[in-house]
């Protein structure tokens, strides 16, 4: 009995939180079509997220790139197949680990971030401050930063996968001494548009997800310094869960909409 109470309790806190967020989302909708545009912090949050971001996220698309392409090379020299870890890597980075890898170094580094200043503000009462002003905290907290990540998330996304890709083809060719021109061949015969289309789609869902989460957990701190630090571990931690879990559910609904590209007959 005591574990269908526990249950049933977490349940009700999950679908609460799931309100929650949905509420939050219906704010955003609505300064998004009716609210003021801060045009000041919508680029300030451009440097945050996307400029100051680069530096991660080219340092873990490259070395993805390059395991990945470790990996594939041992495994296809068993089978004679070596020219073909460039498509492995190109394939992979753009419908998988690209999008993936790029979303959960944001949800560490933006998220937490955001999640930690909205928090603070929010304890030490300045967004209360901002409503006695008249500034609705969701047009000057929220919605630039989402403008800010849809931006920002496709660029950095671009620039992890076409490291991740050169990575690759530096191991390939110069590590695996394997033919230049056999492996730019095969890259660009099995990689098209419908990959870019995933990758980019698979981006702006996880960098929705990253400020919608971060910017709920920053805007529901309470208790001061312990609540600003649990709601920053908390918007990292469901931002990344929220991030490996909705890529599956992507990945299914792709599969549906590019069932030949995806190799489905």
């Known amino acids: 009995m005591v574990y269908f109470r526990l249950l049933g309790r977490l349940a009700l806190r999950f679908f609460l939180y799931l309100g929650e967020l949905a509420g939050l989302i219906g704010q955003i909708s609505e300064s998004l ?68 890898i790029t979303g959960l170094m944001l949800a560490g580094r933006v998220g937490s971030s955001m999640a930690a200043e909205i928090g603070t503000m929010k304890v030490t009462e300045q967004v209360d401050a901002l409503r006695s002003m008249a500034v609705h905290p ?3 907290l929220v919605t630039p930063r989402l403008l800010a990540m849809c931006v920002s998330i496709p660029l950095l996304i671009a620039q992890s996968i076409a490291f991740g890709i050169i990575a690759s083809y530096a191991i390939g ?44 957990q920053g805007l529901r701190a309470r ?3 312990v609540g600003v630090g649990r709601g920053t571990t908390d918007a990292m931690v469901f931002s990344s869960l929220a991030i490996l879990i909705s890529n599956l559910f992507i990945t299914l609904l792709m599969q549906l909409i590019f069932p030949t590209a995806l190799g489905m007959s």
Not at 186 to 210: H, P, S
Request: with cysteine.
């Open 33 to 100: 079509l009716r609210g003021k545009k801060r045009w000041r912090q919508f680029f300030e949050q451009i440097v945050e997220i996307g400029y100051r971001s680069q530096i991660v996220v080219i340092i873990t698309g490259a070395f993805t790139g390059a395991v990945l392409a470790t990996q594939a090379l041992y495994q296809f020299s068993m089978v004679d197949m070596e020219t073909m870890g460039g498509v492995i890597v190109s394939v992979g980075m753009m419908r998988e680990l690209g999008p993936t």
């Open 138 to 140: 969701i047009d000057y």
């Open 173 to 216: 060719v110069h590590l695996f001494q394997q033919p230049g021109a056999y492996w730019n061949f095969n890259v660009e015969r099995f990689t098209d548009g419908t990959d870019i289309a995933i990758a980019m789609t698979k981006g702006f869902v996880f960098g929705l997800l990253i400020v919608v989460i971060s910017c709920h």
């Open 223 to 225: 208790n001061g310094a």
